[in-house]
Nanobody, 118 residues
Framework: QVQLVESGGGLAQPGGSLRLSCVASGSTFRPRRMGWHRQAPGKQRELVAS???????NYADSVKGRFTISRDNDQNTVYLQMDSLTPEDTAVYYC????????????WGQGTQVTVSS
């Protein structure tokens, strides 16, 4: 059973930065894609960013130019560097991993809260 453990959430001021990390354990395969989704209060869950095993990235329009996703395949870790944060980025952020035989996320982390407020 694959487990995803996130860290790095917390409180940031508008214009500030946070870095999220997610470590995957328990898998016998390399996920074809890892990523981050988020869900704000009263809103649907949305994809923030994803990265394939060969480094191809995808970002939501709302975070392009501000967030950067990266991945360390040897450590089974994915990172999300979040800069120029705004209150609209406040949400629970979930790490995801997609098995090689799937096209949608197969595994989800427990979520980490990110709050952007002055």
């Amino acid at each position: 059973q694959v487990q995803l453990v996130e860290s790095g959430g917390g409180l940031a001021q508008p214009g500030g930065s946070l870095r999220l990390s997610c470590v995957a354990s328990g898998s016998t395969f390399r996920p074809r894609r890892m990523g981050w989704h988020r869900q704000a209060p009263g809103k649907q869950r949305e994809l923030v960013a994803s990265i394939t095993s060969v480094g191809s990235t995808n970002y939501a329009d709302s975070v392009k130019g501000r967030f950067t996703i990266s991945r360390d395949n040897d450590q089974n870790t994915v990172y999300l560097q979040m800069d120029s944060l705004t209150p609209e980025d406040t949400a629970v952020y979930y790490c995801t991993a997609t098995a090689p035989w799937r096209t949608e996320p197969s595994y989800w982390g427990q979520g980490t809260q990110v709050t952007v407020s002055s």
